[in-house]
């Protein structure tokens, strides 16, 4: 089976547009920058929180993955490198019944077929005697289906998304109007789980990632990073990130008194910095893709920011981010094509884990501390209304 393509490099680009011209004739300028970027990133199954201004064409992000995953299904020999669905559906959660099938028509103007799940919508199924619940599963007559949250967190809707069918052709689902989610969390309640229900039960469109934490056995502003030489030495093509340029240029230099006699260095190993010229980091990127060669990126945080390079298998972090959020970031650059399986190792310095380890101590004895004092505050309450309560 030939190596799948990412939606995001240079061919999947331009499939995209040529399916959008094809299917799409209307559309004469085919897709603008701020919707080909984040359809780019649905097809290619990565999160995606989109702020665009009102009549952007937002919509369209609902449209082109369905559109793009029927013509490969239509058409296989065409697109045989690419991941298809045979039964392509969309999940979009609106807030309001008027949207949801604003939605579907708006679709239906492209022959794409969706459904609102409403009230209106379940009195007529039941009406004609449909089980609405297996037309949905099967993904066999609607590509879209719009739904509330409230009945998103139903029974019925736990059985659909516990479907084998509909959870392997589900390309994304979507919270339309996110922006409202906070305001409305407040008098909606099924708002608060929309998350924590949508990842419990939905697959994940990226590829297995082995993530690892390891402690420093040499100190990071040291010369000498041996522990990266295991990793390094499997030939998997990797990115080391450093917090600092002085890091970056250590691990570098460490890297090149290890190189065996006889190999290019300079073509085997890169720097990746705000320092290097932008045409130089473009070039490694290019090279990272193309060239077998080049097996390891010495980098800032910069690369961990929205680039792509598919072609990465494992992310060694040289100490802990500064954040979660940045530690993910890292950790999800490597294994970016499906079916891939990568790495990330973050090496964390020693005071990293004992500060961990008393914050969790600490953490502890406060959650005892409050547990004492409510305890021991309700205690005294009742004390006091036992001596108000009149003698008998």
């Known amino acids: 089976m030939p190596d799948l393509v990412s939606w995001h490099s240079v061919e999947g680009a331009a499939t995209v547009k040529a399916i959008v011209k094809a ?38 992000l609902f449209t082109v993955p369905i559109i793009c995953h029927q013509e490969l299904a239509k058409y296989p020999s065409r697109y045989p490198n690419f991941r298809r669905r045979a039964l392509p559906v969309g999940l979009v959660i609106t807030p309001t019944k008027g949207l949801a099938r604003s939605i579907v028509d708006s679709l239906a103007t492209h022959d794409v077929s969706a459904l609102a799940y409403d009230r209106e919508t379940l009195v007529r199924a039941a009406h004609e005697h449909r089980n609405l619940i297996e037309d949905i599963a099967s993904c066999t007559l609607f590509r879209v289906i719009c739904v509330d949250p409230e009945h998103l967190h139903s029974t019925p809707w736990q059985r659909i998304l516990d479907t084998a069918v509909f959870r392997e052709n589900l390309i994304y689902a979507c919270l339309e109007e996110g922006h409202l989610a906070n305001e409305w969390l407040t008098f909606r309640e099924s708002y608060r789980n929309i998350g924590t229900f949508l990842r419990g039960r939905l697959p994940s469109h990226t590829s297995d990632l082995q993530f690892v934490l390891e402690t420093l056995k040499h100190g990071i502003s040291g010369r000498s990073f041996p522990q990266l030489l295991p990793y390094l030495n499997t030939g998997r093509k990797a990115v080391i990130y450093a917090s600092s340029l002085d890091i970056v240029t250590r691990i570098y230099t460490y890297l090149f008194r290890m190189e065996p006699p006889g190999v290019d260095h300079g073509r085997r190993v890169r720097q990746y910095t705000a320092l290097c010229d932008p045409s130089f980091n473009a070039e490694t990127l290019r090279l990272m893709e193309t060239d077998p060669q080049l097996q390891i990126v010495v980098a800032t945080v910069a690369l961990a920011n929205g680039i792509h390079c598919s072609s990465i298998d494992d992310s060694l972090s040289i100490g802990m981010p500064s954040t979660l959020s940045q530690m993910e970031q890292q950790a999800g650059r490597a294994a970016r094509l499906p079916g891939a399986i990568g790495r990330a190792v973050v090496f964390v310095q020693k005071s990293d884990v004992t500060r961990a380890k008393n914050y969790l101590a600490g953490a502890f004895f406060a959650s005892v501390f409050y547990s004492y004092t409510q305890v021991l505050q309700e205690l005294l309450q009742d004390r006091d209304r036992v001596q108000q309560l009149p003698h008998l």
Not at 30 to 51: T, Y
């Open 23 to 60: 299917r799409i004739p209307s559309w004469k300028d085919g897709l603008r920058l701020q919707q080909e970027e984040p359809i780019l990133r649905i097809l290619d199954g990565q999160d995606v929180l989109l702020c665009t201004a009102t009549g952007a064409g937002k919509s369209a």
